[in-house]
Each structure stands twice: as structure tokens, then as C-alpha cells.
Antibody, heavy 124, light 106 residues
Framework: EVQLVESGGGLVQPGGSLRLSCAASGFSFSSYNMNWVRQAPGKGLEWVSY????????YYTDSVKGRFTISRDNAKNSLYLQMNSLRAEDTALYYCARDTGGTYGRDHDAFDIWGQGTMVTVSS | SYDLTQPPSVSVSPGQTASITCSGD??????VFWYQQKPGQSPVVVIY???KRPSGVPERISGSNSGNTATLTISGTQAMDEADYYCQAWHSSTVVFGTGTTVTVL
């Protein structure tokens, strides 16, 4: 079964750090670009970051640049998001999502597989 | 920054047609994707590359994209179609989601 399972969320104080993980199974992980998407409680979807299958191309939304770092370990079929200097506005459910861009020879296409999400709460 | 604007809500009677618009500058020049999200669940792609349906998505769901507006159309709307819908596009090395539309089946 094709699956993504996030972990690592929790309650953290403002200015603190967390590392999210996303374990992939059921597909050739290294062949797919991956993304992190977040959703604040009761709000819409917000894209956070992208990483190519080989890890060489990375993009971030402006609000997390310099604070968050996306990475992957293809040998472990895992995606990561290191989050530093956390703010209250980073409070959200964080999803990892598989990008089908490689299937079409592009950087990005539909997000066809999503995890169940891991909740990050930034509060004192 | 690039913005994708959707109506906050759309109401439709069972069996009728619901149309959800997504507006953005020169959106027709980009591929648009649509996601359905039901309460407590992760999003699911229902339309990719403007008008293609993934396997398992019913034929009553369709998409189009031209000019500055993309449209998701649900024909013969059923109670199971009640959900939040988000459009998405790629712009200048970033992914942009629309503001989201709640479809209510009355």
C-alpha cells in the first residue's frame, strides 16, 4: 500500500524547534519530489516547502525561509522538516505530500498521496 | 506574491450543478489542480492538469481553465460531494493554493 506517515509534532514554546518526519512506503521514494503543506486550525491549505527526488532542488514559502529546512534520506525512505525559531503563526497540521511532477517530466504536478498530518502547536 | 481567489461558499441542491471558480492572473497559462477535503480527512486530488480526473473520481466532476479563471464543476451533485475544495497552481518556483470553497448540499 502506498502510504505516507508523519510524526514529530507536538507542543513547543515560541522560539523553539521541532523536527518533523514523514515515512514513505509502497513506492519508489527517490523517484518522487515531495512537499510539506500545512493547515492552521479552521483555515485553508498553505504550501510550505518542496524538495526534488534527488534532494538538489529545494523551495520554500517566504514566511519560513531562514527558519525551516527540508531534507530527505532516500535510503531510509524518509522526508524531514526541521523547524527553528517557531512562531505562534506556525501552529498547524503539517502534511507531507507526494508530487507527481516527475511522472510528467516536470518539477511539479498533482499531489496524489497525502499523509494524515502531524499537529504542531506553538504556544507558551 | 501570486494569489488564487475562490468564493468562500457554494450551496447547491441535490442533483443540481455546482461551479467553483478559481481566479488568478493569467491562470490559463498554468496547470491547475483541484483538491477535495472532507472534515477530519486529508485532501484528495480530484482534478489534475486543468481537466483530467484521477482514477476513482466520478465523471460528474470536471475542470476547465482559460484566461484568468479555472472552474471546477460538479454535475448531479450528491451529498457525498459536500466538502471543502481548493485549487492549486505553480508560480515562480512556489506552489499556491486557492482560498478554498465550502460546498454545501442543501
Amino acid at each position: 500500500e502506498v502510504q505516507l506517515v508523519e510524526s514529530g509534532g507536538g507542543l513547543v514554546q515560541p522560539g523553539g524547534s521541532l523536527r518533523l518526519s514523514c515515512a514513505a512506503s509502497g513506492f519508489s521514494f527517490s523517484s518522487y519530489n515531495m512537499n510539506w503543506v500545512r493547515q492552521a486550525p479552521g483555515k485553508g491549505l498553505e504550501w510550505v516547502s518542496y524538495i526534488s527526488g534527488n534532494g538538489r532542488t529545494i523551495y520554500y514559502t517566504d514566511s519560513v525561509k531562514g527558519r525551516f529546512t527540508i531534507s530527505r534520506d532516500n535510503a531510509k525512505n524518509s522526508l524531514y522538516l526541521q523547524m527553528n525559531s517557531l512562531r505562534a503563526e506556525d501552529t498547524a497540521l503539517y502534511y507531507c505530500a507526494r508530487d507527481t511532477g516527475g511522472t510528467y517530466g516536470r518539477d511539479h504536478d498533482a499531489f496524489d498521496i497525502w499523509g494524515q498530518g502531524t499537529m504542531v502547536t506553538v504556544s507558551s | 506574491s501570486y494569489d488564487l481567489t475562490q468564493p468562500p461558499s457554494v450551496s447547491v441542491s441535490p442533483g443540481q450543478t455546482a461551479s467553483i471558480t478559481c481566479s488568478g492572473d493569467k491562470l490559463g497559462d498554468k496547470y491547475v489542480f483541484w483538491y477535495q477535503q472532507k472534515p477530519g480527512q486529508s485532501p484528495v486530488v480530484v482534478i489534475y492538469q486543468d481537466d483530467k480526473r484521477p482514477s476513482g473520481v466520478p465523471e460528474r466532476i470536471s475542470g476547465s481553465n482559460s484566461g484568468n479563471t479555472a472552474t471546477l464543476t460538479i454535475s448531479g451533485t450528491q451529498a457525498m460531494d459536500e466538502a471543502d475544495y481548493y485549487c492549486q497552481a505553480w508560480h515562480s518556483s512556489t506552489v499556491v493554493f486557492g482560498t478554498g470553497t465550502t460546498v454545501t448540499v442543501l
